[in-house]
């Protein structure tokens, strides 16, 4: 079974520009998430979709993100336009199950590491 | 406030030390999950362990073992005899059942290199 892949994994781009992420959950994973650490921070969370629908995008920082799943198989994430507080790494993460559901674990991607210089 | 505080930023140990990685949480929720990732230097988190609230057993995998205590709202990881390869970044996390979002909370991680 594959993983949850990101693309790309790594994105240096000026301030001012766009720059799209995507995520490409495990098969049949209704849920996916984006998270983001900054650096030394925490990893924290921007928004979760089941399936097509923004269930709780509470973490998204601003309006310069905007997150898609249409059809409700691949995630992007655009940033525009991108600002030097924006770097960060980006995880996605799916799982079948909502997480409090029992046994349910969340498979995270390698992440996206965005530079905005 | 920080949900999940990981106090120790870094650690260094020699090979075949023990280490323990500590994790203390905050919620009022009387039931939430609790978690540990790994992420080792090809960046994805690797998933641990998972912990009910109402399961206050510990638990042991091989070299690893986890000690829940709600009493002092911990839930610190040990490493038993720790080897090269443990060396990565530790998050603990934390999922409470209230939240419709059903989100982490990570703490900041804690960086761990095994010195051979």
């Known amino acids: 079974e594959a993983g949850v892949t990101q693309f790309p994994s790594h994105s240096v781009i000026e301030k001012g520009q766009t720059v799209t992420l995507r995520c490409d959950p495990i098969s049949g994973h209704d849920n996916l998430y984006w998270y983001r650490r900054v650096m030394g921070k925490e990893i924290k969370f921007l928004l979760h979709f089941v399936k097509e629908s923004k269930q709780d995008e509470s973490g998204m920082p601003n309006n310069r993100f905007l997150a898609e799943r249409t059809g409700g198989t691949y995630s992007t994430l655009k940033v525009q336009p991108a600002e030097l507080e924006d770097s960060g790494v980006y995880f996605c993460a799916s799982s079948r199950e909502l997480l409090g559901a029992a046994n349910t674990e969340a498979f995270f991607g390698q992440g996206t590491r965005l530079t905005v210089v | 406030a920080q949900k999940v505080t990981q106090a120790q930023t870094e650690i260094s140990v020699v090979e075949k030390e023990d280490v323990t990685l500590d994790c203390v949480y905050e919620t009022r929720d009387t039931t939430y999950y609790l978690f540990w990732y790994k992420q080792p230097p090809s960046g994805e988190l690797v998933f641990l362990i998972r912990?009910?609230?109402?399961?206050?057993q510990n638990e042991i995998s091989g070299r690893y073992s986890w000690n829940f205590q709600k009493s002092t709202s911990s839930f610190n990881f040990t490493i038993t005899a720790s080897q090269v390869v443990d060396s990565a970044v530790y998050f603990c996390a934390l999922s409470e059942s209230w939240n419709t979002g059903n989100q982490f909370y990570f703490g900041t991680g804690t960086s761990l290199t095994v010195i051979p």
């Open positions: 912990r009910n609230s109402f399961d206050e």
